[in-house]
C-alpha cells in the first residue's frame, strides 16, 4: 500500500495542535509512548459510554457485552502476535513492566519440583542494554533465591557480544530475559542463537518486546521465545494496559502473581484453588477500556501492515542518520549505520547537556526525550551519562528529521554565544 506519514496524522487529533507560541508539534518521542489515533480514542470512549460493567461478572446485559468487548480484544491480540494456543495464552496486565514483574514473582514463588524454582547456583541471563523493567526484577529475584545475575556485554558498535555465548548462558542457567530491540541504541537484537543455547541447557527465554511489536511484523513462533511482554501505551493503544504472551505449558505451571477475584476455581476460609489460564493471572475487574482502545490500536496497524510501517520506519531512520552524521560534534549513541537498527536515535553534542538542548528543541516545537532512559547501567557502560534521543514512528516523515536537525544546529548556534 502507499504509506503518507501526512495522511496517517490526520486519524491523530493531537496533531491539530500546536506548540510553544504557535509551532507545528514536531514529536519525536514515541519510544516513551506513542500517539493516538481517533479510533483507538473512540473505542475506548465508547466502552465507557456504551458498555462500561465488569467484565466476567453480572447476568445482565451491559455485563455480557463488557465481557464480549473484553475477550475480542484478547483475539486480536493473539491474531496479532501469532499466538500457537490463541486467545487462552494472551494476559493483560498493566504494562509490560508488570507483565516482568509477573514473571519473576511468579517464578519467585514456584515451590520445589516446579519446573520454574530457582536455587543457590542457578542463573539468570540478561544483557547490559535492559532497560530497567526488564533488570531490576531479575535483579531481586536473584537476591531472594540466591541466583546468579549474568549477562551479555556490548561490542564497540553497540551490538550484543555473543562471542562466549556458551559461557553466559550455562548449564545451570534457568532464565534468559532480553530485549528485543534496544530503547535507547536502536539495536536489534539477532535472537535465533540466543534462543538455541537457552533451550538446549533447558531455560525459558523471555522477550522484551516494548519497542518492537509496535514497529515490526511478530510471530512468536518465528521467534522461538518463551514468553513475550509489550506495552500498549507504545503501540498506539491506550495507557494502564500490557500483555505477556506465553505458552500454555507453561503458563498452567506457572503459579499466580496476584491473589483475589476471578482468579480463583474454589475457595474455603483456609484453602484456594486456581482458574484455568489466563484468568488465573487475571485478578480483580480487568482494564476493560483499555484492553478495548488497545484491540482497536492493534486493527489500525494490522490495516496499515505491520510490513509497510517497518518498511517507512527504516526508510526514514536511514534519513536520519545520514543527516545527524553530517552535524559537528555530534555522537551517536549506537549503531551508525541502518543495519538490524530501529528507529530510536540516541545522541550527543559536543558539551552540551542533553537536557539543555531538549529544551531548546522544545522552543522550537521538537518533543525528544532526554536522561538515561530507564537504562542506567548501559548509560554508564557507553560512557554516556545522558543522551538525547528522538524516536520516529509511522506518523513522522522526513520534514520531522529536518526539524530536528535545524533545532540542533540552532542550539549550536545559541549555545555557541555564551
Known amino acids: 500500500m502507499s504509506f503518507s506519514a501526512a495522511q496517517i496524522r490526520k486519524d491523530f487529533p493531537i496533531f491539530e495542535r500546536t506548540v510553544r507560541e504557535g509551532k507545528r508539534l514536531v514529536y519525536l518521542d514515541s519510544g516513551a509512548t506513542s500517539q493516538k489515533p481517533l479510533a483507538v480514542i473512540k473505542a475506548e470512549s465508547d466502552f465507557y459510554r456504551l458498555h462500561n460493567a ?52 511468579a517464578i519467585g514463588n514456584a515451590p520445589a519440583g516446579n519446573r520454574f524454582a530457582l536455587d543457590a547456583g542457578d542463573r539468570i541471563v540478561v544483557t547490559e542494554m535492559e532497560h530497567h523493567a526488564n533488570l531490576i526484577p531479575w535483579q531481586q529475584l536473584g537476591a531472594r533465591t540466591g541466583a546468579e545475575l ?27 530475559s532480553v530485549t528485543h530491540q534496544s530503547n535507547v541504541l536502536g539495536t536489534i537484537n539477532p535472537l535465533t542463537g ?38 500498549g501505551h507504545k503501540a498506539l493503544g491506550p495507557t494502564g494496559i500490557g500483555v505477556l504472551w506465553g505458552h500454555m505449558d507453561l503458563l498452567n505451571e506457572l503459579p499466580p502473581f496476584l491473589f483475589g477475584g476471578s482468579m480463583i476455581d474454589n475457595v474455603t476460609m483456609t484453602t484456594a484453588t486456581w482458574a484455568p489460564v489466563p484468568a488465573k493471572f487475571e485478578a ?18 494490522t490495516d496499515l501492515g505491520m510490513d509497510n510501517v517497518h518498511a517507512h520506519e527504516s526508510a526514514l531512520t536511514g534519513y536520519l542518520l545520514t543527516k545527524l552524521n553530517e552535524i559537528a560534534d555530534l555522537r551517536i549513541v549506537g549503531p551508525t549505520t541502518n543495519v538490524a537498527r530501529g528507529a530510536a536515535l540516541s545522541f550527543t553534542v559536543a558539551d552540551f547537556h542533553p537536557h539543555d538542548l531538549g529544551q531548546f528543541l522544545d522552543s522550537q516545537g521538537v518533543a525528544v526525550r532526554t536522561g538515561h532512559h530507564c537504562a542506567w547501567p548501559l548509560a554508564k557502560s557507553m560512557g554516556v551519562p545522558a543522551s538525547t534521543r528522538a524516536s520516529l514512528y509511522l506518523y513522522n516523515d522526513e520534514n520531522d528529521c529536518d526539524a530536528l536537525v535545524e533545532g540542533i544546529l540552532g542550539a549550536q548556534k545559541y549555545f555557541g554565544r555564551f
Request: some cysteine; glycine content about 6%.
Open 54 to 105: 465488569a467484565a466476567h461478572r453480572g447476568a445482565h446485559q451491559l455485563a455480557e457485552e463488557a465481557t464480549d468487548a473484553y475477550e475480542a480484544a484478547r483475539e486480536i491480540v493473539a491474531t496479532f502476535l501469532g499466538a500457537p494456543g490463541g486467545a487462552d495464552e494472551i494476559i493483560f496486565t498493566k504494562s509490560a513492566t508488570e507483565s516482568l514483574n509477573l514473571l519473576a514473582y
Open 150 to 176: 549474568a549477562w551479555f556485554s556490548l561490542t564497540p558498535d553497540s551490538r550484543l557480544d555473543l562471542s562466549s555465548i556458551n559461557d553466559v548462558i550455562t548449564s545451570n542457567t534457568k532464565i534468559v
Open 284 to 301: 480483580g475487574v480487568p482494564n476493560m477500556a483499555q484492553a478495548v482502545g488497545l484491540g482497536a490500536a492493534l486493527n489500525y496497524l
Open 194 to 231: 540466543i534462543v538455541a543455547r537457552a533451550h538446549e541447557v533447558g531455560a525459558v527465554v523471555i522477550l522484551d518486546a516494548c519497542q518492537s511489536v509496535p514497529h515490526m511484523a511478530i510471530d512468536v513462533k518465528e521467534l522461538g521465545v518463551d514468553f513475550l511482554a509489550f506495552s
